[in-house]
């Protein structure tokens, strides 16, 4: 049973700093691609980037790229995402997902394992 964890969620200001974790488990995250998503009050669950196995590559949604980071490790089984400079735009709950199978990774129906999400409040 695949089972991921979500943490490091909270409320901060506009330019702060948040490191979210998604701890897997069940799994290797080494072993497929992962992704973060968001989804916000009324809106649709959208990517945010991902991650490859093996040599990683990244891939980033344009509203966060330059600010956000995806990285794992495979010691830990984990993998973050480092957000900086946030913005209240920002402001959603943060969902872990792995194996989107033979999908793009920008695509939230085509992953097989979810977390139970974390929430980011942003203020201004």
């Known amino acids: 049973q695949v089972e991921l964890v979500e943490s490091g969620g909270g409320l901060v200001q506009a330019g702060d700093s948040l490191t979210l974790s998604c701890t897997a488990s069940g799994r290797t995250i080494s072993s497929g691609p992962m992704g973060w998503f968001r989804q916000a009050p009324g809106k649709e669950r959208e990517f945010v980037a991902a991650?490859?196995?093996?040599?990683?590559?990244?891939y980033y949604a344009d509203s966060v790229k330059g600010r956000f980071t995806i990285s794992r490790d495979n010691a830990e089984n984990t993998v973050f995402l480092q957000m900086d400079t946030l913005k209240p735009e920002d402001t959603a709950v943060y969902y872990c997902a792995a194996d989107p199978g033979f999908g793009p990774y920008t695509v939230a129906k085509g992953y097989a394992y979810w977390g139970q999400g974390t929430q980011v409040t942003v203020s201004s």
């Open positions: 991650i490859t196995s093996g040599v990683p590559k990244t």
